[in-house]
């Protein structure tokens, strides 16, 4: 993160010289009041020492152990040489602690571009050019976050971005274009002119069929009836030839017509 932690150490050294700096910020409507409270609080705060304080405290500690607690007593060079490796390891300590503490506070922003946008104003103010050459971590991941969203919306809905297999599937079933329908309603041949005559047909009951429904109800026997209403044996004989010439008419009829239509 480009973050000018010096800058805000040395134009923000009180609370009074944030607060001089920030409040026309704030009567200008470019940081809200939740910020400038936040700002003038945490920016003179005791976390700008703290690479020191802790620098300080480790060697400190690192003395007081070698010259007072270990035994045999540390000499003199292994004092040195403790003491300075302590100081570093505090300072790096507490320098993180700060950089962590700042990370915080620019998360804690309502509005980190006014933020921004005041520090630039802040620094034209004390004879900078305003160009503190910063983003917000923040302000980045919002703008990536965005740059995102609206190029996958326009790759997702611009009628540009659209291929032609999503364009079909949105089609419904009924209007959608079939490739394969001329193909399909035109026969190869004669057979399947006749096959599609034949299956167009299906549903239609020719006078055949309804004899031949006819004359089986009236050979089922009637459960109601008694045996003496049957029909003697020689009509039901009769009946049966008759009904056997009418389906070898409708036969010869039949084969008659599809060797026409097959001509």
Not at 226 to 248: G, V, Y
Not at 252 to 259: A, L, N
Request: proline share 6%.
């Amino acid at each position: 993160m480009s973050y000018p932690l010096h800058w805000l150490q040395a134009t923000f050294p009180s609370r009074s010289r944030a607060v001089e700096l920030l409040q026309p910020e704030l009567e200008k409507g470019v940081i809200t009041k939740h910020d400038f409270e936040l700002a003038t609080r945490f920016l003179p705060g005791g976390h700008r020492h703290w690479p020191t304080m802790y620098g300080i405290g480790a060697t400190g500690a690192t003395l007081g152990y070698g010259y007072s607690v270990a035994r045999p007593r540390w000499s003199h060079t292994k004092l040195t040489w403790c003491s300075g490796a302590a100081t570093i390891v505090g300072m790096v300590f507490g320098r993180v602690r700060q950089v962590l503490a700042h990370k915080q506070f620019t998360e804690a922003l309502e509005n980190p571009a006014g933020f921004m946008e005041a520090l630039c104003n802040v620094d034209r103010k004390i004879g900078g050019d305003g160009q503190l050459g910063f983003t917000l971590a923040r302000i980045r991941k919002d703008a990536a976050h965005l740059d995102t969203t609206t190029f996958g919306s326009s790759q997702e809905h611009g009628p540009e971005m659209v291929s032609e297999e999503n364009w079909k599937k949105s089609w419904p079933h009924s209007n959608a274009p079939d490739a394969a329908s001329p193909q399909a309603a035109q026969p190869k041949n004669r057979w399947e002119e006749i096959r599609a005559a034949n299956a167009r047909s299906a549903g239609y009951v020719s006078s055949w069929d309804t004899i031949r429904q006819r004359h089986e109800r009236n050979r089922l026997p009637d459960s109601t009836s008694s045996p003496t209403n049957d029909p003697p044996l020689s009509d039901r004989t009769a009946e049966q030839a008759k009904f056997d010439a009418i389906l070898e008419a409708e036969r010869r009829r039949g084969q008659s017509q599809d060797s026409r239509d097959f001509v």
